[in-house]
C-alpha cells in the first residue's frame, strides 16, 4: 500500500524559512518522480516543485529561488526547503508520486496537479503572516 506522509508545516513570520518532509512507504521509492503541490483556500491546487529519480529538478515561476526540491533514495524521503517566505506562501502543501521516470523538460505536465501523478499525501499546512 502505497503511503505519503508530510511534515514540517506551521506558522512562520513573513521572510522565515520551514522545511517541509515527505516520508513514502510502498514504493520503489528512487525509480518515482517525486513532486510538491500547494493549495491556499479558495484557490486551486498549484504545482510547486518536481523531482525526477536521478534528482533533476523543475520550479514554479512563484518559488524560483527560494524553495529547493531535494530527495534522499536511502531513506525514502522528499523535501522541501522553502526560504524567503511571504504571504502568498500559506497553503496547504502536499507531495505526490509516479512512478517509473520523469523528464524535468516537460515542466507544464510536472507541475500540473491531477492526473499524471498517481499517489498524494494528507497535507501539512503553512502559513506566512506578514
Known sequence: QVQLVESGGGSVQ??????LSCAASGITYSS?????????????????????GDGSTTYA???MGRFAIS?????????????MLIPEDTAWYYCAARPGPC????RRLLLTPGGFWNYRGQG???TVSS
Open 71 to 83: 530527495r534522499d533514495n536511502a531513506v525514502n524521503m522528499l523535501y522541501l526547503q522553502m526560504h
Open 124 to 126: 501539512t499546512q503553512v
Open 103 to 106: 523528464s524535468v523538460t516537460e
Open 61 to 63: 515561476d512563484s518559488v
Open 32 to 52: 518515482y518522480c517525486m513532486g510538491w503541490f500547494r493549495q491556499a483556500p479558495g484557490k486551486e491546487r498549484d504545482g510547486v516543485a518536481a523531482i525526477a
Open 14 to 19: 513573513s521572510g522565515g524559512s520551514l522545511r
